[in-house]
């Protein structure tokens, strides 16, 4: 029987928009059950009035912390420490920080030393030490244009993915660093070899749902279906076509 992670959710009211809420929980879905869902901010203050009006609705508790001194971050100071006692309680598989904000950089990676999951959620400009101290981090500006249709998920031509370069040594490599003796890749064990090297990796970010569909499209990389057992089902093949791999190696 497959078991599913319990996870916990803390989001930072201050650095997170009521409007994701919906996409956020059905993401956050895939990775597992939300089994606590706090939410933190000082809930006095008027800009958080969009937030009050969807807690009850999704069965988030609010989480009240008073501004005690101008210029200090009570807010994170508070998910932290819940954070760590949520941590000791040995409840979770893994934790869901919902923030731009970097100071959250060292409770995602003291929760990784204790051998949990760490997914992140913040928007673009989140700094990229809290990025990378996340097992994988999706961008809110992705479960925005999911419910939005946002033209931000319009797909990006060959060209463009061809042109970022950054994205093409990525493929490559996990491509080159997954293949057999015949330089073909099962695409599952790339995506796990890709989640490992760039915790904000996602085809979304391209304009596109599958990794498969943005492989397929920067016209780089030969493709194969080939069945599996009785042929009921199929895996997907990948390999660097032959006018590539010389510049690959």
Known sequence: METTNKL???IDADNAQPGIVDALLAEIANYGVASVKRIYGDWTAPNL???KEVLLEH??????QFAYTKGKNATDSAMII???D???SQAFDGFCIVSSDSDFTKLASRIRESGLLVYGFGEKKTPSPFVAACDKFIYTEVL???VSGDEDLTPKTTNELKRDTKLVNLLRKAVDSSSDESDW??????GSHIANQASNFDPRNYGFGKLGELVKATKLFDIEERPIGNGRSKAVYVRIKKTQRKTNK
Request: no cysteine.
């Open 8 to 10: 916990a959710v803390l």
């Open 49 to 51: 009035k969009g937030w």
């Open 59 to 64: 069965s988030i508790q609010p989480m009240q």
């Open 82 to 84: 819940d954070a760590m």
């Open 86 to 88: 949520l941590l000791y």
């Open 144 to 146: 925005r244009a999911s």
């Open 185 to 190: 890749a099962q695409l599952g064990p790339v």
